[in-house]
């Protein structure tokens, strides 16, 4: 016999089915792991998915879930355990002492596990910045992993908003950054490549700014800066600078690159 659905029964099944595909993006929130003090109370802040602040990746995230991606984030260590299910894991600006008192450095350990991972069909993505602002010989024990070294300098040095000119970094016909002529990324530290490591991009001075590798079945996308958090997306850039439509392309690509992980438990 034949059971006939209703419009709302096949619905619901095609809604979970497609959930139960959807990727996940997890955003580390224990290297980085900066905070405030506002009213007496001390809050975490820098790069959060939640964080709708120019300091947030709020407008980056809503860009992954119409995707179709869902998100999440990682208090602890990263192992190969609590990585499972998660399609793409990102790493931003790793503390320094300054930025937190008591850092939780990238350990050989880490990049072990988080190598491991990526081995098996992960893809990573490597945040960091210039060399003021971010936490650079233990995240490059994690980068060395895959023929790449954050070098302890400074790219597209920008003085202040009367000179965005200084960051604009030229995409034309990119592979990753389809849709991008013109980008923004300002204070950005340059990537020494070994190896199976690729550009992605670079700086008008020729210093390579952004990086791919391919590691097993995996992938790792490294750049010099967070560059795409929400004050360069959220449409603050003269006109001319592309900054969102990388957001979206980067997006694309990293979940195209991941395939078809399930997403993470929680």
Sequence with gaps: MIHKLSVGTLFVLLTACSMSFAQTVTLDYYFNHETRTQ???AQRFHYLWEDKSNTGFSIWGDIFK????NLNSLDAAPTVANLKGTAVYIIVDPDTKKENPQPNYISSQNADQIAEWVKAGGVLV???NDSANVELPHFNILAARFGMHFNNDMQNHVIDDAHFADGAVMMVNNPIFKTVK???LKDVCSIE???KAQPAFKAANGAVIAAVAKYGKGTVFAVGDPWLYNEYVNGRLPAGFDNDNAARDLA???LAQAGTKKMNSK
């Design 252 to 254: 694309k690509w990293l």
């Design 39 to 41: 009213d007496g109370i």
């Design 126 to 128: 490597l945040m960091a």
């Design 193 to 195: 490549l070994k190896g």
């Design 182 to 184: 013109k980008a923004f």
């Design 66 to 69: 119409q995707a179709g991606a």
